[in-house]
């Protein structure tokens, strides 16, 4: 593994997630329709299915994508525990790495990873995630009717950009779904 990941802050996080869902599975032992159910489980987890509507891999073609994953509780993977799964709310913290670049000359590229808090809905507005990013206002990103994500052009995504991306950078667009993610 590359070393500049090993030392990026949100490693360890990742690798504490996928160490409990790990230890969650190895639970089930050698019952078949248990580990059966939790990869099931997990695949619809990281790739945005059910009640979990942000995660997953969002696309902007040749300029960018957005990957976002659930931090999730200690998963319980056994037939005794699948009410508990399918009662249990939906997270409100997510992992989030970003790339974007300019399409035609390259002459900015941004790249963040961190995390996202769900903000809830409003009588005005919809359901959000916010990105946390070091140094910047939190950053606003909304889930479309179509399923797509969208990081508005306001004031706080401008001056996230300024910081992370340089020289006109942004990453204030809509990304849609990646068909590869499914």
């Known amino acids: 593994m590359n070393s ?3 030392e990026h802050p949100q490693h360890a996080a990742l ?7 790990l230890k969650a599975r190895d639970r ?32 902007l073609p040749g300029t960018g994508s957005l990957a976002i994953y659930p931090v999730l509780a200690t998963p319980q993977a056994n037939a005794a525990n699948d009410a508990a799964n399918a009662n249990a709310p939906a997270p409100t913290r997510y992992r989030v790495s970003m790339q974007t670049a300019e399409p035609k000359t390259a002459r ?20 959000r995630l916010q990105l946390l990013m070091p140094g910047a206002m939190p950053v606003a990103l909304s889930l479309q ?6 990081i508005a052009n306001d004031a706080a995504a401008q001056a996230a950009a300024d910081s992370l991306c340089g020289n006109g950078g942004s990453f204030a667009f809509r990304y849609r779904r990646s068909s590869a993610a499914r």
């Open 4 to 6: 500049a990941l090993q």
């Open 15 to 21: 690798k504490q997630d996928q160490l409990a869902w």
């Open 28 to 59: 089930c032992a050698a019952d078949a329709a248990c580990i059966t159910e939790a990869y099931q489980q997990r695949l619809n987890q990281l790739q945005g299915g059910s009640s979990l509507s942000w995660a997953g891999v969002f696309e």
């Open 108 to 127: 900015w590229s941004c790249e963040w990873h961190g995390e996202a808090h769900l903000l809830p809905a409003s009588a005005t507005l919809p359901k």
């Open 145 to 150: 009717a179509d399923g797509s994500l969208e």
